[in-house]
């Protein structure tokens, strides 16, 4: 079986330790390129039945970074070609923005090293139409963050009690106005906190949280704030 191509997020990965790793060091008995093989076995990406003998062994990570040096105009020697368009599209996009890139990545393995996280995004399902610069990993914290029922709860009580009812934040659609009896106490939670401040660690606040109805929801998902999105919906 083959395995499966790489993720924005395993790119992010490699294309970091591409950065810190002196261009005769990227082979596969470095102990940064086995850490990483390790680390990208732990992903809650690819299906765990995807994942065969040799998904993402040393042998792929050193292809990889060789793949990078194909790519970089920058590197003097030759590389190995066969790399995907999104090889390039994410090395284009943090060329000189190391910081930017190592933030991302130190932000993924912070998440991954927490176990009893990572196990619950590995549940966390996936979505087709995500836009997510910081990857699929993070995204899913998000996810995660969001389907905790007691905060949740907490936050629909606490604007009830002060609203007298449960309307979107956006757009100010009321579930039980238009569904009646079935609309009752329904609404969803979105998660404020920008993805590039979530981490393993933090707990969620009822101040992290927007009420906002599925369709706004959505929206919010394609990367716009909420903010931005009151200004744009008509
Ligand atoms: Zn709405
Ligand atoms: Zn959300």
């Known amino acids: 079986m083959k395995s499966p191509s790489w993720h924005r997020d395993e790119i992010i990965l490699a294309l970091d330790l591409y950065r810190t790793l002196d261009s005769k060091d990227m082979t596969k008995n470095n102990p940064k390129v086995i850490e990483l093989s390790e680390l990208l076995n732990e992903l809650p990406i ?7 003998e040799k ?35 994410v090395f284009f996009e943090f060329m000189g923005k190391d910081e930017e890139l190592h933030a991302i990545a130190s932000q993924i393995k912070l998440v991954i090293s927490n176990k009893d996280i990572n196990c619950k995004l590995n549940k966390i399902e996936d979505e087709e139409d995500y836009s997510a610069k910081e990857g699929k990993v993070i995204y899913k914290l998000h996810k995660l963050r969001e389907r905790d029922r007691k905060i949740n709860n907490k936050k629909k009580t606490q604007y009830f009690e002060k609203y007298g009812k449960l309307d979107c934040e956006v757009c100010g659609f009321d579930f039980q106005k238009s569904y009646g009896d079935l609309g009752i106490g329904f609404i969803e939670a979105h998660h404020r906190v920008p993805l590039s401040e979530l981490n393993g ?6 101040n992290d949280l927007a009420l906002v109805c599925s369709n706004c929801h959505r929206m919010l998902h394609r990367s716009v704030s909420i903010d931005e999105l009151k200004k744009q919906i008509k």
């Open 201 to 206: 660690e933090k707990t969620t606040k009822l």
């Open 46 to 52: 690819h299906e765990r039945n995807m994942q065969n």
């Open 55 to 89: 998904f993402r062994n040393t042998n792929g990570v050193q292809l990889k970074l060789s793949n990078f040096k194909y790519i970089d105009p920058d590197f003097a020697g030759k590389g190995m070609s066969g790399c995907s368009n999104q090889d390039k599209e």
